[in-house]
């Protein structure tokens, strides 16, 4: 059902003109949006915890976009995107980072959104797999890196 969904909101082409709209939401460059999915974990939580580190001038908050909402580790800043708080996190964020391009419907043309697949191999097979159809093809080429 949502697959359909999508393919009607691509066919009158709501992605370009959303992404055009929330574009003009200025973004804040050392805002740093984090998500991982089921966890804090995976390839993201260890980049995460490195940009901490490198980067303590930014800010780096972690946004939950599924429910229920996990235990949050400690000194990490976290939002549920289902809040007003999270939404408005999500739009002003300069850089966001993924493992499943939880967000890229919402990626705006002025937003970078870095997606770590749950591995970096997944995106050079991506090209290889011809089982996968162009639609999803389409959605992976939405993020930036």
Same mark, same amino acid.
């Given at each position: 059902?949502? =697959?359909?969904?999508?393919?009607? =909101? !691509?066919?009158?082409?709501?992605?370009? =003109?959303?992404?055009?709209?929330?574009?003009?939401?200025?973004?804040?460059? +050392?805002?740093?949006?984090?998500? $991982? %999915?089921?966890?804090?974990?995976? $390839?993201?939580?260890?980049? %995460?915890?490195?940009?901490?580190?490198?980067?303590? !001038? @930014? +800010? *780096?908050?972690? /946004?939950?976009?599924?429910?229920?909402?996990?235990?949050?580790?400690?000194?990490?800043?976290?939002?549920? =995107?289902?809040?007003?708080?999270?939404?408005?996190?999500?739009?002003?964020?300069?850089?966001?980072?993924?493992?499943?391009? !939880?967000? %890229?419907?919402?990626? $705006?043309?002025?937003?970078?959104?870095?997606?770590?697949? *749950?591995?970096?191999?997944? @995106?050079? /097979?991506?090209?290889?797999?011809?089982?996968?159809?162009?639609?999803?093809?389409? *959605?992976? %080429?939405?993020?930036?890196?």
């Amino acid at each position: 059902m949502l =697959f359909k969904i999508d393919a009607i =909101f !691509e066919r009158i082409g709501c992605y370009t =003109f959303l992404g055009y709209i929330l574009g003009l939401i200025p973004k804040d460059n +050392n805002l740093m949006v984090w998500t $991982s %999915y089921p966890s804090f974990g995976d $390839s993201v939580w260890i980049y %995460y915890e490195y940009c901490k580190q490198e980067y303590p !001038e @930014k +800010n *780096h908050v972690w /946004i939950q976009a599924r429910k229920p909402v996990l235990e949050v580790p400690k000194d990490v800043i976290s939002y549920n =995107f289902w809040s007003i708080k999270g939404i408005a996190i999500l739009l002003r964020a300069k850089v966001i980072f993924t493992n499943n391009n !939880e967000f %890229y419907r919402l990626k $705006s043309r002025n937003q970078i959104l870095i997606d770590f697949w *749950h591995g970096i191999p997944i @995106k050079n /097979i991506l090209n290889y797999d011809n089982a996968l159809g162009t639609r999803i093809q389409k *959605h992976a %080429y939405k993020t930036s890196y």
